[in-house]
Antibody
Framework: EVQLVESGGGLVKPGGSLTLSCSAS????????MTWVRQAPGRGLEWVSS????????HQSDSVKGRFTVSRDNAKNLLFLHMTDLRVEDTAVYYCARDHVPRHWGQGTTVIVSS | EIVMTQFPDTLSVSPGGRATLSCRASQSVAGNLAWYQQRPGQAPRLLIY???TRVTGIPARFSGSGSGTEFNLTISSLQSEDFAVYYCQQYNKWPPITFGQGTRLDIK
């Protein structure tokens, strides 16, 4: 069974940093691209970043470019999102998902950016 | 960036009825269009990909159609669990992958 479990969310002040993790199991992790999608309170889905299985190709939305970095540790089946210079508008539930058209999603981790 | 626009924003339909949700792309996405369902407090669930291919395990009352810039998701014989928010997503030309703003399907 495919399982994705995010962790690392929390309350952080504007300008602060946070690293989200996603632990994957039930599939050959290094064979699949992974994606981060976020959802601000009461809002729709926003694609954040995608990373190919070998980390050769990494793509990010313009809204996070230069501030967020996606990475993965295929040996440990872990996906990361390192977030810096956080802004109030980054407040959201962050989902990790398998593939670019995800059938499998984590339950999400909440990031709140507030002073 | 390809902008995805869904309409209506909210659709009210009676249980047992039929709902048609629409999604329009600002430029052609060919058939590279997916539909998701999201219930309150849950992660999105992939229903349809390649515009009309139903994911294994998704009931047959869900069907997708369209190509290019105009797409529909039709839900026939609405069940109580179908009342949720639905999103379309294009993956033809990316980055960025883009979603529509969502259509809320309410009980009438």
């Amino acid at each position: 069974e495919v399982q994705l479990v995010e962790s690392g969310g929390g309350l952080v002040k504007p300008g602060g940093s946070l690293t989200l993790s996603c632990s994957a199991s039930g599939f050959p992790f290094n064979s699949f691209p992974m994606t981060w999608v976020r959802q601000a309170p009461g809002r729709g889905l926003e694609w954040v970043s995608s990373i190919e299985g070998t980390s050769t190709y990494i793509h990010q939305s313009d809204s996070v470019k230069g501030r967020f970095t996606v990475s993965r540790d295929n040996a440990k089946n872990l996906l990361f999102l390192h977030m810096t210079d956080l802004r109030v508008e980054d407040t959201a539930v962050y989902y990790c998902a398998r593939d670019h058209v995800p059938r499998h999603w984590g339950q999400g981790t909440t990031v709140i950016v507030s002073s | 960036e390809i902008v995805m626009t869904q309409f209506p924003d909210t659709l009210s339909v009676s249980p047992g009825g039929r709902a048609t949700l629409s999604c329009r792309a600002s430029q052609s996405v060919a058939g590279n269009l997916a539909w998701y369902q999201q219930r309150p407090g849950q992660a999105p669930r992939l229903l349809i990909y390649a515009a009309s291919t139903r994911v294994t395990g998704i009931p047959a009352r869900f069907s997708g159609s369209g190509s290019g810039t105009e797409f529909n998701l039709t839900i026939s014989s609405l069940q109580s669990e179908d009342f949720a928010v639905y999103y379309c997503q294009q993956y033809n030309k990316w980055p960025p992958i883009t979603f529509g703003q969502g259509t809320r399907l309410d009980i009438k």
